[in-house]
């Protein structure tokens, strides 16, 4: 049985992605630092190495007897990115640069990466594929960018085997409940509909309602995050069965307006969500959304959730115990 590394794992990402891993045979083991990931995700099928990507002992001890790593560690707030671009540089791309050595000396020829949307910036026509130009419009996107190059030269020069998956907007929880712990990001859209939807905040704020769309509000690609997960067994599975390397975004293929996830929300709660109208925010494109072609030809990946109303009912539930 091959063994799968999974850095990052006690995520919100990484522990949907080990969960799979384990539903689909493989041995596991979880590396984290715990800083944002939550010991309640952590699987007990699956051992456990707290440590930090910084830390290049520690991870290459780590690395000494597994077949395959997917690397999801990162920081990942765009705005903290813009105000503290050191931390992101050395978490993001060092951490990167001790991920690749580590594989390097410990002849590990196989990786999974958490890339982004965010290499992309403004769309210059969407769907986006992938060989839409990279033009990050902040420094986090920048990280994952740079991280691809790194990846593209290691597989040149090492022969480390990739499949770099570009998320589009990660949302929702798995469905059966086994991961308890909530990310804690209340950056992004569907956390901030939900903590106004709690009374944690007085109101949601709408950003902008002037757009060139149909409601007048920004549409992006909300992608559920056990589909996401499901990407990755199979690429892991590609990857070990000698598959060369591959760039792939992952999305459903469909828009859905801030309007609309407002509307999901207030269905699913059955509530009249508290909404203010505001200003754009600065760098929002209007439309963002993904063409999944290429994961699918490669993969046979087609995601399972494309109603927004279903996304919000497995988030809904992990915030409402
Ligand atoms: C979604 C929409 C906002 C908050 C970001 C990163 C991207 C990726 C996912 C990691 C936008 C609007 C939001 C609010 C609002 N991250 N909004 N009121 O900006 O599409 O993508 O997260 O890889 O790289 O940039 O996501 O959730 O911030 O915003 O109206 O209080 O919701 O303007 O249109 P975004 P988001």
């Known amino acids: 049985m091959s063994e799968v590394l999974v850095i990052g794992g006690a995520g919100y990402i990484g522990s949907h992605v080990v969960k799979d891993l384990l539903a689909a045979g493989f041995k596991v083991k979880v590396y984290d630092n715990l800083s944002t ?23 290459d001890k780590a690395m000494s007897d597994v077949s395959a790593v997917v690397f999801l560690a990162a920081k990942k707030a765009v705005g903290e990115s813009m105000e503290n671009p050191a931390k992101y540089a050395l978490n993001n791309i060092n951490g990167t640069v001790n991920v690749l050595n580590a594989m390097s000396k410990n002849n590990v020829k196989a990786i999974v990466f958490s890339s982004s949307a965010a290499v992309y910036g403004n769309p210059q026509y969407i769907p986006i594929d992938e060989n839409h130009p990279l033009n990050p419009l902040n420094f986090y996107g920048f990280t994952k960018v740079e991280t691809e190059r790194m990846l593209e030269w290691y597989d040149r020069l090492k022969g480390i085997k990739y499949a770099s998956l570009r998320y589009f907007n990660a949302a929702g929880y798995d469905e059966a409940g086994d991961i308890k712990g909530k990310d804690e990001n209340p950056q992004n859209l569907l956390p901030i509909v939900m903590s106004a939807a709690m009374g944690e905040r007085p109101y949601l704020e709408v950003f902008g309602t002037d757009y060139d769309t149909e409601d007048g509000t920004c549409i992006r690609d909300y992608i559920h995050v056990s589909d996401l997960a499901k990407a990755h067994v199979l690429a892991v599975k590609k990857l070990l069965a000698g598959s060369s390397s591959m760039t792939l975004n992952l999305g459903t293929g469909k828009g859905t307006s801030v309007k609309e996830v407002i509307r999901a929300f207030e269905k699913v709660l059955k509530i009249k969500l508290p909404v203010k109208y505001a200003s754009r925010r600065p760098g929002d494109p209007d439309k963002l959304y993904a063409s999944n072609e290429e994961a699918f030809k490669q993969l046979g990946w087609r995601p399972q959730y494309l109603d927004i109303e279903d996304i919000v009912r497995t988030f809904a539930a992990v915030y409402m115990k």
């Open 37 to 59: 990931g939550h010991k309640c995700n952590l699987f007990k099928e699956a051992e456990f190495v707290k440590g930090d990507i910084l830390d290049f002992a520690t991870l």
